[in-house]
């Protein structure tokens, strides 16, 4: 049976130019990077390459790349260390004023998880609605800044169903809060966005987007899995979440690993490459997959199709259940996603579809497809040929009230 992968957003496969250039990072080129010997210096400079690759492509400098080891590290250590930074500053602490992060209800579980521990550990936490279509509001946005707010963190795409969020319009009024701000002698409000998604198909420079923090995971774009980068701007207040020999400029102690470190800086160089041409290609199967979906009675798209990232197609199905579609794709060699992944026998419906306005019963019948660099119109064409026999199946099993009225 031909297998069909369609699960892009969770992660991808390893590009054999990545392979390639790891390679040589795990026998003879081996020397720790803080020490002083050649094979020290070799890999030194192999590092600081991969630095300049993902600073170019983020329109920023080398020295305010930090590697770690995926998105959540680098998520986590901006939530937490900006608002640990602020308490450090003992003035600020004298007046007991708590330290306030504004986000959203639609991130990644990694920023959703990170900011209630902050919440349970006493900080001020603000979770903003979303619209219809997964769409944070700048106004929104501006309204929840308060006085104590230090930073604001949105997801640039939601790796649910796609929403690409108004980071540089938000961006923007945050530096026009700043300059109020500075003028009044005030700290400034930090604003950091989770770009894991939006890396491979979106401009994420980091001045036009105006974002003081961003993180990315590289197994998303054809890296391997356990590398992450956080960008920090030169001036932003963070301490470090873990200590020790001091790499990474002091933000992220732990010896470098080299290898992955390499393979990421070739991956940034590859995506550079045709990023325009590629979204327009992924943009145009992932259209006609929409269109082919949208013609199973009661199945909708969850967002906005002209708003959202070109690699993610997230539907809902009424009268089918997620879980029961991916099993049932899956025996027909298709592997794609739901929302309402199954976590610890209970059937959880997405914090993004509810969110979003839909009910639990509604959120229990989502499906993602994602798109990558080998997907090709044949699979597109199978998918849309193989579904609604499987939805058709799966509506009539359903008991009545449970997914159909
Ligand atoms: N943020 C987003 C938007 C994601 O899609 C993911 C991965 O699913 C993450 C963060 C976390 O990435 P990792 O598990 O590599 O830390």
């Known amino acids: 049976m031909k297998r069909i992968y369609l699960d892009y957003a969770a992660t991808t496969p390893l590009d054999p130019k990545v392979f390639e250039a790891m390679k040589p990072y795990f026998k003879g080129k081996f020397g720790n990077a803080s020490e002083p010997h050649s094979w020290g210096q070799e890999t030194r400079k192999a590092?600081?390459?991969?630095?300049?690759?993902?600073?170019?492509s983020l329109g920023a400098k080398a020295k305010e790349i930090i590697f770690t080891s995926c998105a959540t590290e680098s998520i986590n250590l901006a939530h937490k260390?900006?608002?640990?930074?602020?308490?450090?500053n003992g003035e600020?602490?004298?007046?007991?004023?708590?330290?306030?992060?504004?986000?959203?209800?639609?991130?990644?579980?990694?920023?959703?998880?990170s900011a209630r521990h902050l919440e349970s550990q006493g900080y001020r936490v603000t979770f903003l609605p979303v619209d219809k279509s997964g769409m944070v509001r700048v106004t929104d946005v501006k309204k929840a800044i308060r006085p104590t707010t230090i930073l604001v963190s949105i997801m640039y795409v939601n790796n649910e169903v796609g929403a690409i969020e108004p980071i540089d319009r938000i961006g923007e009024a945050i530096s026009q809060i700043n300059k109020l701000r500075v003028d009044n002698g005030k700290e400034k409000v930090f604003f950091h966005t989770d770009a894991t998604q939006a890396i491979q198909y979106l401009d994420c420079d980091v001045d036009k987007l105006g974002v003081d923090l961003l993180s990315l995971?590289?197994?998303?774009?054809?890296?391997p899995k356990g590398i992450g980068v956080l960008y920090v701007r030169e001036g932003t207040s963070i301490i470090r979440q873990q200590d020790g020999g001091g790499?990474?400029?002091?933000?992220?102690?732990?010896?470098?690993?080299?290898?992955?470190?390499?393979?990421l800086g070739k991956a940034f160089e590859l995506?550079?490459?045709?990023?325009?041409e590629n979204a327009e290609r992924i943009g145009k199967l992932r259209k006609k997959l929409v269109e082919g979906v949208l013609k199973i009675p009661d199945a909708q798209f969850t967002g906005r199709l002209n708003q959202s990232a070109p690699h993610i197609a997230s539907f809902i199905v009424k009268g089918a259940e997620g879980e029961a579609m991916l099993l049932h794709l899956d025996a027909v060699g298709v592997a794609a996603s739901s929302g309402s992944a199954c976590t610890s026998g209970l059937l959880e419906p997405s914090h993004v579809l509810t969110a979003m306005g839909y009910k639990p019963k509604e959120a229990h019948g989502s499906l993602r497809f994602s798109l990558g660099k080998d997907t090709?119109?044949?699979e597109i064409d199978y998918v849309i040929k193989v579904l609604p026999g499987i939805v058709k199946k799966l509506r009539e099993m359903a008991p009545k009230g449970v997914f159909n009225e």
């Open 47 to 56: 590092i600081e390459k991969a630095r300049e690759q993902v600073a170019s």
């Open 81 to 88: 260390g900006v608002l640990e930074a602020f308490l450090k």
């Open 92 to 113: 600020k602490k004298k007046k007991g004023e708590i330290p306030h992060l504004t986000t959203s209800s639609i991130e990644h579980k990694a920023g959703i998880e």
């Open 217 to 223: 995971t590289g197994h998303k774009f054809y890296a």
């Open 247 to 263: 790499q990474e400029f002091g933000l992220r102690s732990g010896t470098e690993n080299v290898p992955y470190i390499v393979g």
């Open 271 to 276: 995506i550079e490459r045709n990023k325009k």
């Open 376 to 378: 090709t119109e044949k």
